[in-house]
């Protein structure tokens, strides 16, 4: 029977609503700081993208467009002036960043409590001790999406296919959180299909379009596909939908799954960012 196919979208929708309607109840809007370095186009849309959904949601946004050639020093600057001030509540400083710049030492250089994409390494070390904080905004997708079909992850055989630390690692640690039994694959794992075959919850974030074929999925698998790929002009994910829908028993489509959810999710953080402000 073909796969049901997860809306990612419509649930996008919902919290994006409940934000709004959050953010309608507070004195003062949440506001977000978003930093993009440099034209990537690619970092253009996704910028545009979250802007336009925080005006939806009500929030504030400023948004600091920082030429290419731009040195480290200064983006620390910014950074540390966005810290500092008590009306910014989350900073969200576009990935990749330029080859001259280290991402690390920036991402370092934001404030936990500010860091609304969880990438912070304050962050993502609370992730490993089961202490979350602001949890990276994708992995919340990913889990949101698995628990809209599948109600108890506890026991389930979850493999995830990807290692980074935005996704891949955040993504297996949630789930381990949850008590599935999670195992994670990368460019060296020898027989990927060996691992894929035996998931209950698929998870693959690696950016190879169609990587993962209908032989490589359990029957009745939920599968969450993170991957972007530009193939012919058209975007795809990792999965290689129209094989993979006719054995999984829920599939996440791209776009319209992971996407749309991570956007939202990352609405939902910058409110959780608001709440947890220090007092001053
Ligand atoms: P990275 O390039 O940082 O990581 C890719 C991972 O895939 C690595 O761990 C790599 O292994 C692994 N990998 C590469 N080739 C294979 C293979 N043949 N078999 C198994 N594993 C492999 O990418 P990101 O984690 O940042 O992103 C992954 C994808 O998700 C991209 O397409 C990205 O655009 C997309 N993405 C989508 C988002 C959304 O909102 N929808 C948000 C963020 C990312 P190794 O570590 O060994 O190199």
Redesign the pocket.
Known sequence: MPANIIDGKDIAEKILDSVKERVSKLKEKPKLALVLVGNNPASEVYVNFKEKDCLKCGCGCDRYNLPEDIDEIALLDLVTKLNNDPGVHGILVQLPLPKHINENLIMDSILPHKDVDGFTPVNLGNLVNDNNFLEPA?AR?CIALIESVENKIEGKNAVV????S???KPVALLLLQKNATATI?????KN?KEHTKNADILVV????AG?IKRDMVKEGAVVID????RVNGKIVG?VDFDSVKEVAGFLTPVPGG??PM?RAMLLDNLLMAYRLKPKM
């Open positions: 994708t997708a296919v990807g290692r980074s935005i996704v891949g694959c990368h460019s060296k794992t990927l974030a690696v950016g190879k990587l993170v991957g972007i790929s990792d992971v996407g991570t």
